[in-house]
């Protein structure tokens, strides 16, 4: 028999101070704007203060996680917009595409483009690889 374990406060190895941490199920990550995992600074050292907040915490997530699991079931659980873009730039790269840092680097420099933004990288510039389908659409002659 599997034995589970409870929840309970994870100590930070750095400061020593104690956070809520709990995995998202993966179905349900939309609903968390795509993250993994939730994690909560409990703002204490002191054991007896974190439990005390540890459980106000594993309510809120816990709630969080029954009203996505109403929406899955009304299908009306939809990625947010930072999901999304959190999906995309985290994704590993497929055969020659881009890297996730590689896409968030093109995303911003289309957002710079997108806005008029007066400091643009241009296609010589050090901060970014070679083009891999041709120069980006927000470089000037």
């Known amino acids: ?12 190895p750095m400061d020593g101070i104690l956070y809520f941490r709990r995995e998202v199920p993966k179905k349900l990550r939309a609903a968390f ?4 995992e939730v994690k909560v600074s ?6 007896a203060e974190a439990k005390a907040g540890f459980a106000r915490e594993n ?6 996680l029954a009203a996505a699991r109403r929406q899955m079931a009304e299908r009306t659980l939809v990625p ?3 999901g999304l873009v959190r999906r995309w730039c985290e994704a590993p790269a497929v055969g020659n595409g881009l890297s996730g840092p ?3 680097i093109l995303t911003f420099m289309e957002l710079d483009a997108a806005v008029g933004g007066t400091y643009s990288a241009n296609a010589g510039a050090q901060i970014f690889p070679a083009a891999i389908g041709g120069p980006a659409v927000n470089t000037r002659p």
């Open 102 to 104: 590689q896409r968030l």
């Open 42 to 47: 409990l703002k204490t050292r002191d054991p």
């Open 1 to 12: 028999m599997k034995k589970t374990a409870m929840a309970t406060p994870f100590v930070n």
């Open 80 to 82: 947010t917009p930072g």
């Open 59 to 64: 309510a809120m997530f816990e709630d969080r």
């Open 33 to 36: 704007d795509g993250k993994q």
